[in-house]
Every structure is written in structure tokens, then in C-alpha cells.
């Protein structure tokens, strides 16, 4: 069991678009292993490679504790692709590992179709409109470069300035190893 640092906001990685994985080699299978033992050990749903510090096109999903959730087992995204996002927007809050203590109202496509390769690197599908849809696109926007914040009218955007410049500089706390800065 290896726990990695998280990267935190700030880090030049988080704003790179990530890269194909092509093959499942024994250093992807063993990133995948501790993104999944680092996601637990902060009590995340969601987490993606870059924020391990990976430019990796991976993403690991458990909401196998969150009510109504509990038959979908932890699982593995690899080179995912949203290809269909419902009209409908809702509104919730979203935090993120990568910047911890904030928390926002999101407004995001409440159903959207992933396609995905799993860890054997078979074509996979999901189509979802329950909290596991919000989850998909908050880690497919880590791998396109993009936060939550990044999602937030201006209004707010300008509320967060400060506490996300206290971030870039590891001026918080939190119960989890993180990175230093660049």
C-alpha cells in the first residue's frame, strides 16, 4: 500500500491536459493501485492521476459509501471521453483533494454517457444521472486541466481569491500528505 502526496492547486501539473495511456504495464497497474489507496486514506470519491502527480489519462471512482451507491464497486477509468451530456443542469456543492477546506455550488449536466477503458483496457460504458455523473466530470475536468473553481461565476471566483492564493502557498491543513510547492 503506497499513499501518495496529492498535488495541490498551483501545481503546474494540475493545468495539463493528461496523455493517453497506450498499454497496462506493471508502473500504470501499480499507479492505479496507490491512486486508489491514496483516495481512501483521504476519504475521497473521485481522484485523477494528476493529482498524484501522473499526466497519465486515469481516474479512480469509489462511492461505494454514498447512500443510494453502495452496489457500484470501486472501479478504474483509463482514457475516459464524456460523449453525451443531458440538457438538464443542476446545482451542488463540490469540494476537491486538491483544494482542501473549499467547497462551492457547481453547476454541472445532471446525466452524461463516459465511455472509458477499464484496467484490462477494455472499451467500457456509463450512463448516469445520480451523483456518480457529477463525480465522472469533476475528474474528467482534472484531466482536461480543469477545477471546480474553474466552473464558478465571476462573483465568486473573486470570493475565492484569497483562500485559493493561502492554497497555492500551503498556508491550510488538512489530514493527508500533499506536495510541496514547485
Do not use: W
Amino acid at each position: 500500500m503506497a499513499i501518495l502526496p496529492i498535488t495541490i492547486y498551483g501545481d503546474a501539473i494540475l493545468r495539463k491536459k493528461a496523455q493517453k495511456v497506450e498499454k497496462m504495464d506493471a508502473e500504470t497497474k501499480k499507479l492505479i493501485k496507490d491512486m486508489f489507496d491514496t483516495m481512501d486514506n483521504a476519504s475521497g470519491v473521485g481522484l485523477a492521476a494528476n493529482q498524484v502527480g501522473s499526466n497519465k489519462a486515469i481516474f479512480v471512482i469509489d462511492v461505494s459509501e454514498v447512500e443510494g451507491l453502495e452496489h457500484i464497486k470501486p472501479f478504474a477509468c483509463i482514457n475516459p471521453k464524456i460523449t453525451e451530456k443531458s440538457e438538464e443542469i443542476v446545482k451542488m456543492d463540490e469540494g476537491c483533494l486538491s483544494i482542501p477546506g473549499i467547497k462551492n455550488s457547481v453547476m454541472r449536466p445532471k446525466g452524461i454517457k463516459l465511455i472509458y477503458q477499464n484496467e484490462k483496457l477494455e472499451q467500457c460504458e456509463i450512463t448516469d444521472e445520480s451523483f456518480l455523473a457529477r463525480v465522472l466530470q469533476h475528474e474528467y475536468d482534472h484531466l482536461q486541466g480543469v477545477f471546480f473553481t474553474d466552473l464558478l461565476d465571476e462573483e465568486s471566483q473573486k470570493i475565492l481569491k484569497k483562500q485559493l492564493t493561502r492554497i497555492k502557498k500551503r498556508d491550510f491543513d488538512c489530514d493527508y500528505p500533499v506536495t510541496d510547492t514547485d
